[in-house]
């Protein structure tokens, strides 16, 4: 996790159930009491904030999977 930026934290805890965890310097040790024993884990990168240098960055054929946050601010809505 680098120094000034959140990292997203997928946990898999039953099947294709998840939950998504938002993991910053100040809230880890929370977080990390809260996941379920034997839970598939994914690391994610933060969400890029730049839109437009974003969708640049998109490769010309293939699937893309998206992010972004939904319009309350907190929900995370997936995209295919």
């Known amino acids: 996790?680098?120094?000034h930026r959140a990292t997203f934290l997928e946990e898999t805890y039953a099947g294709n159930v998840?939950?998504?965890h938002r993991?910053?310097?100040d809230n880890i040790e929370v977080v990390r009491s809260q996941l379920t024993p034997r839970?598939?884990?994914a690391v994610w990168p933060d969400?890029?904030?730049d839109v437009a240098a974003a969708v640049t960055s998109l490769p010309d054929e293939g699937l893309v999977?998206?992010?972004r946050?939904?319009?309350n601010g907190?929900?995370?809505l997936r995209e295919d």
């Open 1 to 3: 996790m680098s120094a």
């Open 18 to 20: 998840s939950r998504w």
């Open 23 to 25: 993991l910053t310097r």
């Open 39 to 41: 839970a598939q884990l």
């Open 47 to 49: 969400l890029l904030t």
């Open 65 to 67: 999977e998206m992010n």
């Open 69 to 71: 946050p939904g319009s």
């Open 74 to 76: 907190g929900s995370i």
